[in-house]
Each structure stands twice: as C-alpha cells, then as structure tokens.
C-alpha cells in the first residue's frame, strides 16, 4: 500500500468516526428525560461538578485557561464565542443522565441491536454483479453481538481504523452475508460515508 492509499484509508476511517459519533450524540440526546443545561453557566456549574469542583480540571478539559472558567461561572461572561459553545454542548450532554444512556447501551448490546442508517458507498470490489461497491441510502439492523463490539470499542476509545472496520464489518454481515452464500471471506468496502445516523 502506497502513502497515498495509507494516508485515503486513514482519512475514511477518520471520517466514519466522526460521523458515528455525531450520530450517536444524536440518539442518545432523544433518550434525555429532562433537558440537559442549556446557559453556558448552568453549563460550567454542572461541568464543574463532574471535575469534583476543580475549575483548573474544566479549564484542560474546554481548552481555555481557569479565568475564563471563572468568569463564566460567576456571570460576569454569558457568551462563549463558537469554539467554546460547542465543547460545553458536547461535553455536557456526554456527561447527562449516563444511567439513561448505560441502559440503552446495554439494551443494544444484549438484545435491540442497531439500526445505522447511511449513505456512503458499499460493496465487494470487482465482484461483477449488482453487490459490487456503489453508494448506497440504507437502514440496516445490526445485531446485539456487532452493537456491543462497535460501542465498546467507542467506549475504549479504539482508534479510527478500528471503530471503521467495527462499523463496516456490522453493516456488511447484516447486509450482504446473511444466509451464507460463500461471501463470508470476501472483503467489503464501505467508504465515502456521507451520512450516519443511529438508532437504539
């Protein structure tokens, strides 16, 4: 494999990460019983909270120093510019009601499975029939047993490549393999991922 071809593979396995993960930031935000803090300094108090009242801790976490912590906290700031809006979104709303999300977790790994919807091009290559590598809009079940491997390796934080192939290797049983029919051994793509959503 050329340099070229390392560094495309590494770029579409980067991709497939973030596009899972938007998605499952997505999912589990529907799963809210009560609405995660909304202020930027509701934020920081409950961030702060879960850094066991350390602002110098919140302060590594957001990547801002302990004053702007501070002066969020006390309200003498309310409007974070965009960078530091969207880290206290993300970082509040993976830290909210993590029983909620534990159980749907759990449910998916033992027995609901995941429906992945996408859009992205998948197939055999060069296999000369209507499998062959093509973008494709799809909603596929994956089983408990694919669930609990991909979000565990989320939850491990496997690298790019590894959290890519869980994703594709699901999608490709499901899809293509079920049944048998000699395709188990063959290699299926699943690249140019456009679109990834999740569903518990």
């Not at 490549?161 to 899809?175: C, K, N, R, S, W």
């Not at 699943?190 to 999740?198: A, E, G, K, M, N």
Request: proline share 2%; charged share 25%.
């Amino acid at each position: 494999m050329t340099e070229e071809e390392k560094a495309e593979k590494a770029a579409q396995a980067a991709n497939t990460r973030a596009r899972f993960m938007e998605g499952l930031a997505r999912v589990e935000r529907t799963l809210f019983t009560r609405p995660a803090p909304k202020s930027a300094r509701a934020q920081m108090k409950f961030l702060r909270t879960r850094e066991r009242g350390s602002t110098k801790s919140l302060a590594a976490r957001l990547g801002v120093s302990r004053k702007t912590v501070q002066r969020y906290l006390s309200g003498a700031s309310s409007k974070p510019n965009r960078r530091l809006r969207e880290a206290l979104v993300q970082e509040t709303e993976s830290e909210w009601q993590p029983q909620v999300k534990a159980q749907a977790r759990q449910h998916a790994s033992t027995s609901g499975g995941l429906v992945i919807s996408f859009r992205a091009t998948l197939g055999f290559t060069a296999n000369g029939s209507s499998d062959d590598g093509r973008v494709r809009d799809l909603s596929i079940a994956v089983s408990p047993s694919h669930a609990a491997l991909i979000l565990a390796a989320q939850e491990d934080g496997a690298t790019d490549a590894a959290l890519h192939d869980a994703v594709a290797e699901a999608i490709a049983d499901a899809y293509f393999r079920q049944g048998g029919g000699g395709r188990a051994n063959l290699k299926v793509n699943f690249t140019d991922v456009q679109r990834l959503d999740i569903a518990f």
